[in-house]
């Protein structure tokens, strides 16, 4: 009867008192075990011992299929504790393991919808090896303060740069678990911005679209259903991710406490689905930023005659370090121009910004320009400058603050698109073809040639922009989720923008 068991549970935890807003206390653990059904042995009867020792398999009888492979470690943390029931059994439970059939996300429903099959097992962080080849996905829950010693939080970090993948769920919607894993979040990763995730991310989209969700009862701030949820980027990945409404109470039972602020029923197990498919689909691209993907080449920046000078901004500036030197190396390879190179990092309200004719910006999120940087803007590129733009992965959000930061730089000339037969398209190869990633043929379909916007001064060129991403094509790596145009394309249409702002 396992409708049954589920209802039972559901209306047992329901009827548990939770204190206001079900976010001081830990009042024990979601999936509370009903008592034991009375045992109804007749008189006389005896239950029969065990046979033992136990009898050998036989050669001859079907052996058990071999343990999927381990997907999730659920992070053990906090303390073990007992709690008294009413009917006066007593239970033992764990600070980290208050859902303890989540499980199902992978035992049950992974497999009927993405055809795959592993495993989820407790993960102790001081035995753990932080391999993310071994296990690449962590996961943490709770509804009390969770805290990392220092050593484990290196370790966390490492395991991310590795190409692991962290999620954290606020159980029951616990206020207490989603500030404090803030916290953690922001140790670990000192030098990275925690954000709500926009509504393109590809985690909403990863295995299946999600734009609304349905809430708890008690969630009163999500009017619209709107998804919200955390993450911190390292290049242009999402490797930690945190949801304040809980994911975990609905791929245990489906049990809504009184208070609970959690996403429920069929929408928490599709967000869970579309989180173990980012996590996979991204997996290979954390190994090749392991593996050097985000260091800036040292070849590149001995100095040279020519700077890429790159703006930064607070919309995450820089997800590809190394993508401007393969750029400019098929540059070198395919004219004569036999310049040295170096890039630079710079404000736009930086004094030395009129010394470097070509600027390049990119980012995944909004980003706003000081006055003081509008300005220098203004006049340097009025004067001869040049900037090439992309939004990095197709993001929405640059594309709408990049669009608007320049209404404010050239309030008198907004982007337009540049025609097939502009200098631009032929400085040195015939951009008369577009060759799309799958995620950009899908939103956009196909492209005869590539599209791009600019903005000109007299005549000549001064902004170049693709809503479309390029810096994931210079990198030569596959970026699943990216919306943009593929490796080969990409660099024809860098090479094109920076041939150009050499020869005007």
Not at 334 to 343: D, E, I, P
Request: net charge neutral.
């Amino acid at each position: 009867m396992p409708h049954c068991r589920t209802l039972a549970l559901t209306v047992l935890c329901a009827l548990l008192p939770v204190p206001a807003g079900a976010q001081a206390v830990d009042d024990g653990p979601c999936g509370i075990p009903p008592p034991p059904a009375p045992k109804r042995i007749k008189g006389g009867e005896g239950v029969p011992p065990l046979p033992l020792p136990a009898t050998p398999l036989r050669r001859s009888e079907r052996k058990r299929d071999p343990a999927p492979p381990v997907l999730i470690g659920k992070l053990m943390w906090g303390k073990q504790r007992t709690m008294t029931l009413e009917d006066g059994r007593t239970i033992e439970y764990a600070d980290w393991n208050l859902d303890p059939n989540d499980r199902r996300i992978l035992d049950e429903i992974a497999p009927r919808a993405l055809g795959i099959k592993y495993r989820m097992i407790p993960i102790d962080p001081g035995a753990f090896s932080f391999d993310p080849v071994q296990i690449p996905f962590l996961y943490v829950s709770g509804v009390r303060a969770v805290s990392f010693a220092p050593d484990i939080r290196a370790k966390m970090r490492a395991f991310c740069e590795q190409g692991g993948f962290i999620y954290a769920d606020a159980c029951r919607g616990s206020r207490v678990f989603a500030d404090a894993m803030r916290q953690e979040l922001r140790a670990i990763f000192p030098d990275r911005t925690l954000r709500v995730l926009p509504p393109d991310h590809p985690l909403f989209s990863a295995h299946r679209l999600v734009n609304r969700l349905q809430y708890s009862p008690a969630v009163g701030d999500r009017p619209d259903g709107a998804p919200f949820f955390e993450g911190v980027d390292i290049g242009c990945r999402t490797v930690a991710i945190l949801s304040k409404y809980g994911l975990s109470c609905a791929w245990d039972s489906d049990h809504v406490r009184a208070g609970s602020q959690i996403v429920v029923g069929e929408d928490a197990r599709t967000m869970g689905l579309n989180l173990i498919s980012y996590a996979l689909g991204t997996f290979e691209l954390g190994r090749f930023y392991a593996q050097g993907g985000l260091s800036e080449p040292i070849a590149a920046v001995a100095g040279g005659d020519f700077v890429f000078a790159q703006i930064i901004h607070e919309g995450h500036a820089d997800p590809d370090p190394s993508a401007y030197a393969r750029l400019l190396e098929y540059v070198m390879a395919n004219t004569s121009v036999g310049l040295k190179f170096a890039r630079r990092r710079i404000a736009a309200d930086d004094e030395a910004l009129g010394s470097y004719p070509f600027l390049y910006i990119t980012g995944h999120y909004d980003f706003s320009l000081s006055e003081a940087a509008v300005g220098r803007l203004r006049q340097h590129l009025s004067s001869g400058g040049f900037l090439l733009a992309d939004a990095c992965c197709g993001s929405l959000a640059f594309d709408g603050a990049f669009r608007r930061e320049m209404r404010r730089v050239f309030p008198d000339a907004p982007l337009g698109g540049i025609p097939a037969g502009h200098p631009l398209m032929s400085a040195l190869f015939r951009l008369d073809t577009a060759e799309l990633t799958p995620k950009a043929r899908a939103a956009f379909g196909d492209l005869a040639a590539p599209h791009l916007e600019g903005i000109e001064r007299d005549g000549v060129l001064c902004v170049v922009y693709s809503p479309l991403d390029l810096g994931n094509g210079w990198e030569g790596i596959a970026h699943p989720y990216a919306r943009g145009y593929e490796s080969s394309c990409a660099l024809r249409i860098g090479v094109n923008a920076v041939v150009y702002a050499l020869s005007h």
